[in-house]
């Protein structure tokens, strides 16, 4: 709680008022489950980006394994299907020259033509269970990343909403009041801060954008501090 005036001499307006962050956000889940782990007290300083908060998630660290597994499964099975289908290309091309040459049959060259064109389907569809594992592994990361809850900006944790077990979600913190909204912590940037006030109607006409103010904290009484009206 703090005092704010004028100058002496310019003072137009004397009014008390609370001392406030100009920049906090409640930090909540994007997805809903078991808090594993918190990183914060009331009063932890935190970087912006910083992992503060996990959700459980082993349900989703196995399907990033099998995801994984099934990347290198395909992989496996891709190499295989190109040595057949450049082996089938080879054969292709010798029956090609033999039937030039009147050696070889008709039906010959065209089981050659055949296994070659199943052996070329065959590595097209072996690459493409490879591309579709590789999006089942982004979309588990995601997953995974969204698990964890990171600090909007630098600031200071001024109020703690949840504790390690509770059930949590993007809709409010289970027994808590729907207004939660999902926030598990709010943050406050403390390297702006700001006043409020309230002022009578009478006062308001006084005052206008931009005017400078002193600021006396109750705490530090002999350490006024220069500011300026924000916003009416």
């Known amino acids: 709680r703090k005092a704010m005036s004028m100058n002496p001499q310019m003072r137009v307006l004397v009014a008390s008022g609370y001392v406030v962050a100009r920049r906090s956000s409640d930090v909540g889940v994007k997805m809903g489950g078991r808090l594993a782990?918190?990183?914060?007290?009331?009063?932890?300083?935190?970087?912006?980006?910083?992992?503060?908060?996990?959700?459980?998630?082993?349900?989703?660290?196995?399907?990033?394994e099998a995801s994984r597994r099934a990347v290198a499964e395909g992989e496996a099975q891709l190499g295989q299907a190109l040595a057949t289908r450049d082996e089938d290309l080879r054969n292709l091309d010798r029956q090609r020259a033999l039937m030039k040459d009147g050696i070889t049959t008709a039906a010959t060259l065209t089981a050659a033509e055949a296994s070659a064109a199943v052996s070329t389907a065959r590595v097209k569809s072996a690459e493409a269970a490879i591309a579709s594992a590789h999006a089942r592994v982004r979309v588990t990361e995601e997953a995974i990343e969204?698990?964890?809850v990171r600090a909007p900006f630098d600031g200071v944790v001024i109020k703690k909403?949840?504790?390690?077990?509770?059930?949590?979600?993007?809709?409010?913190?289970?027994?808590?009041?729907?207004?939660?909204?999902?926030?598990?912590?709010?943050?406050?940037?403390?390297?702006?801060?700001?006043?409020?006030?309230?002022?009578?109607?009478?006062?308001?006409?006084?005052?206008?954008?931009?005017?400078?103010?002193?600021?006396?904290?109750?705490?530090?009484?002999?350490?006024?501090?220069?500011?300026?009206?924000?916003?009416?």
Not at 38 to 62: M, N, P, S, Y
């Open 146 to 148: 969204n698990a964890n």
């Open 37 to 64: 782990r918190l990183r914060f007290e009331e009063g932890t300083r935190v970087r912006k980006g910083e992992v503060i908060a996990e959700i459980e998630h082993a349900d989703i660290d196995a399907q990033l």
């Open 161 to 232: 909403r949840a504790e390690v077990g509770e059930t949590v979600s993007p809709f409010g913190v289970q027994g808590q009041a729907s207004r939660e909204g999902g926030a598990i912590a709010t943050i406050a940037d403390l390297a702006e801060l700001e006043v409020q006030t309230e002022v009578s109607e009478n006062s308001v006409a006084k005052l206008s954008a931009g005017m400078p103010a002193e600021i006396t904290l109750q705490a530090y009484q002999d350490q006024p501090y220069k500011g300026r009206l924000r916003q009416i």
